[in-house]
């Protein structure tokens, strides 16, 4: 489905950046993993080492890509951290790779595609849609995901660029990002993890796949998805 692509996904080594990578490798496509820790990498995805909240190392890991058809901005950092008393520390943190480091990969990645367009796909959030009582500032840094892709198609059919842009906003999935976003509440971490069945990075690795092989044509902009456990 995905013969001769070659995809770049941020936050390779973990959770839903893994799934995708391992699902779509399966469908043919060839997959670069951005991330920090690039040893935590199967060997089937080509490592491409970098901290997103450094400018400076997001264009040297550009700098080093041929060609790129497709980029998944996926990589992200969830802090339970309120307007009220959050720390600005992790406000930053957040802000710089879930929203700054997004927008210039996107930017970069956008001078590799071919002439006939390729295809950005953010991983956002339903914190992007609407505000959980716990959502505080990483709430924030996913609606600005969902306004910087909007910006971004509207400013590539501006210009009569083809490169399609679309977004994933799941609820719950079960990865070690709940693990932050939880901490100091484990008890309550556990407790939903009993009661709730979670959205497994599988299933946002199919929902990926499905945006990614759309016929030309199609840009599916974004696709929300929630377990049927989850109630808010
Ligand atoms: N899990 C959920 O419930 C949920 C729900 C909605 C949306 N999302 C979104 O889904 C995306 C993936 O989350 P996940 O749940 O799969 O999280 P995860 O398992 O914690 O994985 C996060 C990934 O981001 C990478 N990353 C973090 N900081 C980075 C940095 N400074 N530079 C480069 N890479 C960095 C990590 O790699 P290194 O540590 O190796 O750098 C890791 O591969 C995020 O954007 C998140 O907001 C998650």
């Known amino acids: ?6 995809i770049l996904i941020t936050g390779a080594s973990s959770g839903i950046g893994l799934a995708m990578a391992e699902l779509l490798i399966k469908n043919g496509a060839r997959v670069l993993g951005l991330c920090r820790s690039i040893e935590k990498l ?35 950092l969830a802090h339970l951290s309120p307007i009220t008393t959050g720390d600005p520390t992790q406000w930053e943190a957040m802000w710089k790779i879930n929203v700054q480091g997004l927008s210039l990969c996107s930017q970069k990645a ?25 959502g505080g500032f990483y709430a924030a840094t996913k609606f600005a995901v969902r306004a910087i892709t909007e910006a971004l198609r509207a400013e590539l059919k501006g ?9 994933i906003s799941p609820g719950f999935v079960d990865t070690p990002l709940l693990d932050i976003y ?19 990075p599988d299933d946002i690795a ?14 599916i902009n974004d696709v929300q998805l929630r377990s049927n456990d989850q109630a808010i």
């Open 182 to 200: 939880f901490e100091g509440r484990e008890q309550q971490l556990k407790q939903t993890r009993e009661t709730m069945t979670m959205l497994t």
């Open 159 to 167: 210009v009569g660029n083809a490169t399609r842009v679309s977004s």
């Open 1 to 6: 489905m995905l013969n001769g692509k070659t």
């Open 42 to 76: 199967p060997s089937e995805i080509i490592p491409i080492s970098c901290d997103l909240s450094e400018p400076s190392e997001i264009e040297t890991a550009f700098g080093k890509i041929e060609t790129l058809d497709i980029l998944v901005n996926n990589a992200g």
């Open 206 to 219: 199919k929902t990926a796949l499905h945006i990614l092989s759309a016929p030309k044509g199609v840009e």
């Open 110 to 134: 956008l001078k590799l595609f071919p002439k006939t367009g390729g295809h950005i796909l953010n991983i956002s959030s339903m914190s992007g849609h609407r505000v959980p009582p716990s």
